[in-house]
């Protein structure tokens, strides 16, 4: 057993080799919000995508696979979560989402805590999920820190793209963290950007005051990055009148390429956000209003922005978001079903499909590298066995970056070992 673990462990530590691979015959999605086509072909080289659509030519001497009809789509890019840095909420060791001892908060990198090892990653690879915008969560600042981009593959170099974002909290946990009120953090955030470009401008004669200062000089320099529209900052936000708080700062600093995250009042000022061009990674089903800043609250808010011209992405913030980014699936195929609901105002299915690939992507400025089968994109890609929006179906095949993942999870094996026991083969506190 001994040497099977060791073996096991040194298969996982060594990234595979890129693959060649066409996959033919397919109801092919391509995730940019397109139709899907039926009688597709996607290739893939040396990891990439090279292309995709009809008519595609399948170069000699790779492997083919006939899709047999079947969707074939990229990966699913989660739009907001915190997987691989915390395995259990309660458990302090296994928590590296924040740190409410330290002086830093802004320059705070979750990218080498990232274990590839949790046990949520092969869970929601197994459901299709490639790729995962992973986010630091406050605590003692308004700044959380810098977010990641990470893959979803059996190795242990799950980061894709570090430094990815910057995530920053306001309205009621903004709030908290400034002080005890929304322009405490109001003024936390303007008093961070003016000492942010200071320090953008002339690093070598920012005045740092150590720990007791507002913005460490390793804090200034994170958000220099930010200041100067080099990186997105994502801002958790629900309440309407806290986004336009926040699109008047936009006004006066139009480098920032903020992206809000939550939104559960975004419907209410849609067309406030689509003229800011400011996108979003919005919770997709809030209806219950669980605090004040979300008392508009409902499942019409994705369907509505979007009918109103603004980039909308779904993600998981508060929602389990460490280790169920698959129930994006499940809640984009809610909104396509929402769209049959008289009254109520839901996305079509490639719009669906897209805030769960390519959207998300384009958010953090990744939209060229990952979220679609466009030619030049990263090579993941998913062969599922019926529309991937309904519950029913599965993921039958997965590759990453070109690469052919393993589905297997200890969910399947517990299930497969404890669905018809056999005495003798459980452990031995199972022994009668």
Not at 37 to 44: F, H, Q, S
Request: charged share 15%.
């Amino acid at each position: 057993m001994k040497h099977l673990l060791l073996l096991t462990a040194a298969i996982l530590a060594t990234p595979a080799a890129a693959q060649s691979v066409a996959i033919t015959n397919a109801r092919l999605v391509i995730g940019d919000g397109s139709a899907p086509i039926d009688g597709g072909t996607v290739v893939v080289r040396n990891g990439k995508v090279v292309a995709a659509g009809v008519g595609v030519a399948v170069p000699a001497g790779i492997e083919t696979i006939d899709a047999g009809g079947r969707y074939v789509t990229p990966g699913i890019v989660a739009g907001f979560t915190r997987m691989g840095i915390v395995e259990v909420d309660g458990v302090d060791q296994t928590n590296d989402a924040g740190a409410s001892g330290s002086p830093f908060h802004a320059a705070i990198d979750i990218a080498p805590a990232v274990n590839p090892h949790t046990s949520s990653i092969p869970l929601n690879r197994a459901e299709g999920v490639t790729r995962a915008i992973v986010a630091p969560e406050n605590r003692g600042s308004i700044f959380a820190g810098l977010g990641a981009v990470i893959d979803l593959g059996a190795d242990t170099n799950p980061i894709s793209t570090p430094h990815a974002f910057q995530f920053m909290e306001y309205g009621e946990g903004g709030a908290g963290a400034a002080g005890g009120s929304r322009p405490a953090a109001l003024a936390m955030f303007k008093n961070a950007l003016v000492q942010a470009r200071a320090y953008a401008s002339n690093p070598k004669g920012y005045a740092d005051q150590g720990k007791d200062a507002l913005l460490t000089r390793a804090d200034a320099e994170a958000l220099g990055a930010v200041v100067t529209g080099k990186m997105p900052l994502l801002i958790h936000v629900e309440r309407a009148s806290d986004m336009l708080a926040l699109i008047d700062i936009k006004k006066t600093m139009p480098q920032l390429r903020m992206v809000f995250v939550g939104v559960s009042e975004g419907w209410t000022i849609a067309g406030e956000l689509a003229a800011a061009k400011i996108p979003v990674i919005a919770s997709a089903l809030n209806d219950l209003p669980e605090s004040f800043e979300s008392l508009a609250a409902t499942q019409s808010n994705v369907g509505r922005m979007k009918a109103a011209g603004v980039t909308v992405a779904i993600g998981t913030i508060n929602d389990n978001e460490a280790r169920q980014a698959r129930l994006e699936k499940q809640y984009a195929g809610n909104l396509v079903a929402l769209g049959k609901v008289p009254g109520a105002t839901g996305l079509d299915w490639n719009a669906a499909f897209a805030a769960i690939t390519s959207v998300p992507a384009e958010a953090v400025g990744l939209g060229g590298d990952i979220g679609s089968l466009k030619p030049g994109r990263q090579g993941d890609v998913v062969i599922w066995s019926g529309d991937p929006l309904e519950l029913d179906s599965a993921a039958l095949s997965v590759w990453i970056s070109g690469v052919k993942q393993p589905l297997q999870t200890r969910q399947a094996l517990l299930l497969k070992r404890y669905l018809q026991p056999q005495e003798g083969a459980l452990p031995k506190a199972y022994e009668r």
